[in-house]
């Protein structure tokens, strides 16, 4: 069984910083691809950003985020710089790859809340 664990979040004034981490941890065989969500109140989970192949980011954090990975240790990493009222959600780790009995996988995590607020 694969688990992700998400740490780092909390509340911050706009303009502040944050760095979230996902730890993965289980049955990994190999990590096709991992990546940011987040979830608002009332609206649907939306990418943040994505690295696999090659990192994506959505419009909306451009220049703002950074993803970044660490492959010896199956640890994700989102540092969140100019952070505004609007990035208020909770953010979840996926997990896309293959466990060691060779199946297909694809893992959340439990989610961080990230509030931006004066």
């Known amino acids: 069984q694969v688990q992700l664990v998400e740490s780092g979040g909390g509340l911050v004034q706009p303009g502040g910083s944050l760095r979230l981490s996902c730890a993965a941890s289980?049955?990994?065989?190999?990590?096709?691809?991992m990546g940011w969500y987040r979830q608002a109140p009332g609206k649907q989970r939306e990418l943040v950003a994505h690295t696999g192949g090659s990192t994506i980011y959505a419009d909306s954090v451009k220049g703002r985020f950074t993803i970044s990975s660490d492959n010896a240790k199956n640890t994700l990493l989102l540092h969140m710089n100019s952070l505004k009222p609007e990035d208020t959600a909770v953010y979840y780790c996926?997990?896309?790859?293959?466990?060691?009995?060779?199946?297909?996988?694809?893992?959340w995590g439990q989610g961080t809340l990230v509030t931006v607020s004066s």
């Open positions: 289980g049955s990994i065989f190999n990590i096709n691809a």
């Open positions: 996926n997990l896309k790859g293959w466990d060691v009995s060779l199946r297909y996988l694809e893992v």
